[in-house]
């Protein structure tokens, strides 16, 4: 496992969404692609140097994880859902995502689990913009073991919080080498027009606050 990496943290103020002339407001559902160029095969993901702080190319992580396919309007249970492969080349080969909002959790974290309250709401009004959120699940319930998250803390963790993001394991730790896990939650923002991470943090943090400022940086 790597050290704890010393990140140079970025607060940024809220960006107000309505226009500053004639009462024109920002436009809510942006579907211009993201990458340029064709599209209808995949391109393949930047070939690094990886980092693991702000400004660096994220590593095209895999998870097994569970996403609903209705995203913020998703209605449904998870453990209905069958696990599935997730990695963040997927999200780079998708013309339609701008961002990805990633945070690593536990399930007996009490920071991971607050900040979880403003997730609906963030998702709806951003994920027509472009973000997807996914939530990168390390260790499950019980903090005294250490134990990874298996697939019924994540159906668990769904239901608790009443999410529709995706929710993933993390099979071969790779978030543990962008903070300790006694630091989290851990959230990232990641750009995937060249998978660099625009945003990094850890402790609970005000979601709506920064993806206002990242979703409206030049």
Same mark, same amino acid.
């Given at each position: 496992m790597r050290s +704890? $990496?010393?990140m140079k943290l970025s607060v940024f103020a809220a960006v107000g969404l309505l226009g500053a002339c004639g009462g024109s407001t920002a436009k809510l559902v942006d579907t211009t692609m993201n990458q340029t160029g064709d599209k209808s095969s995949a391109q393949k993901y930047p070939t690094g140097p990886f980092g693991y702080a702000q400004g660096s190319i994220i590593e095209n992580i895999s998870f097994l994880g569970k996403v609903d396919p209705a995203g913020a309007s998703g209605t449904?249970?998870?453990?209905?859902?069958?696990?599935?492969?997730?990695s963040l080349g997927d999200f780079y080969n998708d013309a339609t995502v701008k961002f990805v909002m990633m945070s690593g959790v536990a399930g007996w974290c009490g920071p991971c689990n607050q900040e979880q309250s403003q997730v609906p709401a963030a998702q709806k009004t951003y994920e027509p913009m472009g973000v997807k959120f996914f939530e990168a699940m390390i260790q499950g319930y019980d903090?005294?073991?250490?134990?990874?998250?298996t697939e019924a803390d994540l159906?668990?963790?769904?239901?608790?919080?009443?999410?529709?993001?995706?929710?993933? =394991?993390?099979?071969? !730790?790779k978030i543990h080498a962008y903070a300790d896990i006694a630091a989290f939650p851990l959230n990232m923002v990641v750009r995937?027009?060249? =998978?660099? $991470?625009?945003? =990094?943090? +850890?402790?609970?943090? !005000?979601?709506?606050?920064?993806?206002?400022?990242?979703?409206s940086a030049p």
């Open positions: +704890t $990496i010393s449904g249970n998870y453990s209905s859902l069958a696990l599935q492969t997730v903090e005294s073991t250490g134990i990874p998250a159906d668990k963790w769904q239901q608790l919080h009443k999410l529709h993001v995706g929710i993933g =394991m993390d099979p071969e !730790d995937t027009s060249d =998978m660099k $991470i625009v945003f =990094m943090q +850890t402790g609970e943090v !005000d979601v709506a606050t920064i993806l206002a400022d990242v979703v």
